[in-house]
């Protein structure tokens, strides 16, 4: 097993959305690229497609003024603690959109970015580069790292059923 897959395996994965705005399309398909030979999974990430159980997000593409409402209500509807990640030259600046009427800027003008993975586009191994050096910054931090699972507390003999399983009908 490789040192990063044994790394992965002793830290529970975190969950990422990745939300696709405007442009080329050329970052989204180095992401997908990305996505589909199964290096997330080896690192610890998951692909998720609800808000609600995305611990990061991923905007790659430019973000135009009709999808920016869309992508502030993706990161409210996220739990704490959350991180937002912005990859692509669009996604940071608008890239060679950032003039056209309809862009709204970089996606920091707008909500704290975490982590900016710079290209046009960034390849498959920078973007994987980028969210690796992430997770191990998450990682080495101990407040971040999720709680232990609650004890589950004994129950006293007289609190358990007298009925058992099997057919046992004589109630004690």
């Avoid at 690229?33 to 998720?48: I, K, P, W």
């Avoid at 937002?84 to 669009?90: F, P």
Wanted: proline share 12%; glycine share 14%; net charge negative.
């Amino acid at each position: 097993m490789s040192g990063t897959a044994a790394r992965a395996r002793r830290h529970p994965p975190l969950s990422m959305l990745h939300l696709q705005g405007g442009g080329c399309g050329g970052c989204g398909l180095e992401i997908e690229a990305l996505l589909a030979d199964g290096r997330l999974d080896a690192v610890g990430l998951l692909l998720v497609e609800a808000p609600r159980h995305a611990d990061l997000l991923l905007v790659s593409g430019t973000v135009g003024r009709n999808l920016l409402d869309a992508v502030l209500a993706t990161w409210t509807a996220m739990a704490e603690p959350k991180w937002l990640v912005a990859a692509g030259a669009c996604a940071l600046d608008g890239g060679p959109f950032r003039d056209g009427y309809a862009v709204s800027g970089g996606i920091d003008q707008h909500l704290p970015v975490s982590l900016v993975i710079p290209g046009c586009p960034p390849t498959p191994d920078a973007v994987l580069a980028g969210l690796r050096l992430l997770l191990d910054a998450l990682r080495a931090t101990p407040d971040l790292s999720p709680p232990p699972p609650p004890a589950r507390p004994a129950l006293p003999p007289a609190a358990l059923p007298h009925r058992r399983a099997g057919g046992d009908s004589s109630g004690g």
